[in-house]
């Protein structure tokens, strides 16, 4: 496992303090593009959810992990949490997007947006529906903003709920990913609520197609001089 | 006038078989006649109590765990299928976190776990180590289920489970019970010293194989 990595032509992998493989982003153009890409991605995403719930919102700094498929969930440290989660893929399958919320943060929220006067007189349903819109304007915004910038076309699908633990859930994205290889690309920014303890992440998993299309569209846009078509 | 020359509730470790439970002597049957006063023990006197709490080892993706000491290994399982196999004349066994059906659709890695059709000869095999001779093997399994199903992806749940059990059958294992398929996750605590898995549902439903 380890020794895969280490021989990995192009990535560098250290060990860190968690015990992790991950890869510092510089080492890799390509990490480089598209994190730079997330980054973009993230902010529009973080702005839209902040004018939805009329809140400041704070970002982390956005990370692209390389790591073996099967210590995703281990990565995120979170096993037996409550957790809600959204679901939305690219039309075309070439990308995994969930936005993941703590379960009682997802209640909050969803309170805030259906304006139910506690927590307790939450309907479910409306609750279900909330958090489903929710993810679907921050997915939406962010697949915008770097559809704009690199013009890839990105068509997301309907969103789809799920309330379990967060190890249950990602279960079903790591085993896609473990699929096609050994090692999986992830990128992932944490938001938090102005003042709140939660924070929600958006995890991202794209194909290594849509990596190279992406990363192969940027390149162009640095490359062409400005003034020329 | 009726008098007990023993401590009634002076509840002592005591080990049992396998694990260390806690002897409790029952509280006495005091018969109260106007004649005679008996005092009789209800039976049986040793009994493990069920809120012993156990070590728990949290066997992650693609691993897998053998122990012959009393604990419970641990797993969450959503699409993946936690194996466990217990030998119940020696009170040992493992359990594997299973990612996929077969070996072949990804590179092969030394990580037998991972795949179903590697993972039942690799467990078997870890825990007849571990017992020794004259092991009765039997199995049980859990997960596979498909957490998106309005997605419409791959079920690969379905297809974990189907691997697994074909890969039982090669290997002559039993399949003593089983909690597959649907749209929600699991936990699974198993049980060493009992083989008892037990299925714990997010609602809070819980299951006992």
């Known amino acids: ?47 839209s959810l902040s004018e939805i719930l009329q809140q400041q919102v704070l970002i982390d700094i956005p990370r692209i992990n390389v790591l073996p498929t099967h210590q995703i969930a281990e990565f995120y440290g979170r096993h037996d949490a409550p957790t809600t989660a959204v679901y939305i893929r690219l039309t075309d399958s070439q990308c995994d997007m969930l936005l993941v919320f703590e379960a009682a943060e997802a209640k909050r929220i969803a309170a805030m947006m259906t304006m139910a006067p506690s927590i307790g007189e939450l309907d479910p349903a409306m609750e279900k529906s909330a958090i489903q819109e929710l993810a679907n304007i921050v997915i939406g915004s962010f697949l915008t903003a770097i559809s704009d910038f690199t013009g890839v076309p990105m068509l997301p699908t309907t969103p789809e709920l799920a309330e379990d633990t967060f190890d249950t859930i990602i279960d079903s994205f ?42 192969q569209k940027s390149k162009e846009l640095i490359e062409t001089p400005t003034g020329t078509e | 006038m009726l008098t007990i020359l023993f401590p009634l509730h002076a509840a002592k470790p005591v080990k049992i078989a396998h694990g260390t439970g806690v002897y409790e002597p029952r509280k006495p049957i005091i018969h109260l006649n106007m004649t005679s006063q008996v005092v009789t023990f209800p039976r049986p006197a040793v009994e493990i109590q069920a809120n012993v709490t156990l070590e728990e080892v949290r066997v992650n993706m693609a691993e897998m765990k053998v122990e012959s ?27 594997a976190h299973v990612m996929l059906p077969k070996s072949s659709i990804a590179m092969q890695e030394p990580l037998p776990a991972k795949f179903a059709d590697t993972a039942v000869p690799a467990l078997a095999k870890a825990v007849r180590a571990v017992s020794g001779s004259g092991a009765s093997l039997y199995a049980k399994i859990a ?67």
């Open chain 2, 143 to 209: 997960g596979g289920a498909n957490m998106f199903p309005n997605m419409n992806t791959l079920n690969i749940g379905a297809k974990n489970i189907e691997a697994i059990k074909a890969a039982l059958a090669a290997n002559k294992i039993t399949l003593m019970g089983e909690d597959v398929g649907g749209s929600h996750g699991r936990r699974i605590t198993f049980n060493i010293t009992t083989g008892v898995a037990t299925v714990r549902r997010f609602n809070g439903a819980t299951t006992k194989l």
């Open chain 2, 69 to 95: 000491k009393p604990v419970e290994l641990v797993a969450s399982v959503g699409s993946c299928v936690a194996l466990c196999i217990h030998d119940s004349k020696n009170k040992c066994g493992g359990m």
């Open chain 1, 174 to 215: 790591v085993i896609k990913q473990a699929m096609a290889s050994n090692e999986a690309l992830v990128f992932d920014t944490h938001f938090r609520r102005d003042g709140e303890e939660a924070s929600s992440i958006l995890m991202i998993f794209p194909s290594p197609q849509l990596q190279e299309l992406l990363v």
């Open chain 1, 1 to 47: 496992m380890n020794k895969q990595i280490e021989n990995a032509p192009t990535v560098t992998c250290e060990k860190n303090a968690t015990g992790f493989y991950t890869c510092a982003a510089d080492e890799r153009v390509d990490v480089g593009i598209l994190l730079e890409l997330g980054s973009i991605g993230s902010g529009h995403a973080a702005t």
